[in-house]
């Protein structure tokens, strides 16, 4: 199949690394790929280091949709694209107009729980101009039903993968970051990793910390992402006097190589947000951690309660504080749930995985061909 994914955002996270190792996990497949996103973006540089041809497009301006769907179409036709994979609610509307009255399908992917329907170009696009929605988690999955209105039989769960780490290094990636850190050897750090925005529950977080360290004083807690809290948060943790075991480490382009210093992982996001499918969280897994994590959108899928990790309330800091002291208090029990994450990485989540389950739905899409099959 010749296929597109696109991205409309201005920033390089979650979901824009889902584009990328979608893209690499479909060509793998033999597949033809080309990603879409803003000029000048990250993900487009990340694409061109891996050789996936890129397809800039200025996904800005509500007034501007038309024009750069018009646009977005051209491209479509010139490349001779069969499959378009939107994955943010700009680039989703464009490539719902885009497609429309050809022969070109369109696969929705939804990585959030919230509705997508807020208007009636919304409507129009959910209706008539896409083929299927992928979701990450069934969480999200129900909200499209539910408030959407969309009908399950257009809509399929493919739980994200991401790529494994690399052999053999983990062990010098762990050296080098804790020693940036200044963690010795009996240091255990708390990891985090996710944008400094409201709904990633970051006050609740430094709140937990703040009764951890009066029981567990020998911590450091990382905060790896960047975001419009930045100085809010770093005033808060020094009015709990946690200031010494908080380090700010700002964006990060390579995490793989930041998660092997942690001993234990800790994703705070509250309901509000209603998080779908984290890929901070596959990361941990992927490092053999044991996880901490909110009970929030489709988290739960992710981390097995009292066997990879803990599932406490969202705004709730007395609770995550009682999970994280529970952990830290007992070695053997964080070993154990390492082993467990990693094996229920290995099981679910690899990257592999997802790109065979996407590539199916794709081909439940009216006028793709199924591949030949050998009648011997």
């Known amino acids: 199949m010749n296929i597109l994914l696109t991205n409309s955002t201005d920033i390089y996270a979650g979901g824009e690394d889902y584009v990328l190792t979608l893209a690499t996990y479909l060509r793998l497949r033999g597949h033809v790929v080309s990603v879409s996103a803003l000029p000048d973006h990250l993900l487009l540089a990340k694409c061109a280091e891996r050789e996936i041809p890129a397809i800039p497009i200025d996904y800005r301006g509500m007034s501007r949709v038309f024009s750069v769907a018009l646009h977005l179409r051209r491209a479509i036709r010139e490349h001779q694209i069969q499959v378009v994979h939107s994955n943010a609610n700009y680039d989703r509307t464009c490539a719902g107009i885009a497609c429309a009255l050809s022969p070109t399908r369109h696969v929705a992917g939804i990585h959030s729980t919230h509705s997508i329907e807020h208007n009636v170009t919304h409507w129009l696009r959910n209706r008539f101009g896409t083929d299927h929605?992928?979701?990450d988690a069934d969480a999200g999955k129900r909200v499209l039903v539910q408030e959407d209105g969309i009908p399950e039989r257009r809509i399929t769960t493919v739980p994200i993968g991401i790529e494994d780490v690399i052999p053999g290094a983990s062990a010098s990636w762990r050296a080098a970051t804790r020693a940036e850190l200044g963690a010795e050897e009996e240091t255990i750090v708390i990891g985090n990793v996710a944008r400094l925005v409201p709904f990633k529950g970051h006050r609740i977080l430094l709140e937990a910390l703040a009764?951890?360290?009066?029981?567990?004083?020998?911590?450091l807690c990382p905060i790896v992402g960047?975001?419009?809290?930045?100085?809010?948060?770093?005033?808060?943790?020094?009015r709990l006097g946690i200031e010494r075991q908080i380090r700010f480490l700002g964006f990060r382009d390579r995490l793989e190589e930041v998660y092997p210093a942690f001993d234990l992982y800790c994703h705070s996001s509250?309901?509000?947000?209603?998080?779908?499918?984290?890929?901070?969280?596959?990361?941990?897994?992927?490092?053999?951690?044991?996880?901490?994590s909110t009970n929030v959108g489709g988290i739960a899928g992710m981390v097995q309660e009292g066997v990879t990790g803990y599932l406490p309330p969202p705004d709730d800091p007395g609770a995550l504080a009682s999970a994280l002291l529970r952990l830290l208090r007992d070695p053997a029990l964080r070993a154990a749930m390492g082993r467990g994450s990693r094996a229920l990485f290995e099981t679910r989540y690899h990257a592999a995985a997802m790109a065979e389950r996407v590539e199916a739905v794709y081909r439940t899409l009216p006028g793709i061909k199924h591949p030949t099959r050998s009648s011997a």
């Open 226 to 238: 960047d975001g419009e809290l930045l100085e809010d948060l770093q005033g808060q943790a020094r």
């Open 270 to 292: 509250l309901e509000m947000a209603s998080e779908m499918f984290p890929i901070a969280i596959l990361r941990a897994l992927a490092a053999g951690l044991p996880v901490v």
């Open 211 to 219: 009764v951890v360290v009066r029981e567990v004083p020998g911590i």
């Open 133 to 135: 929605f992928i979701t």
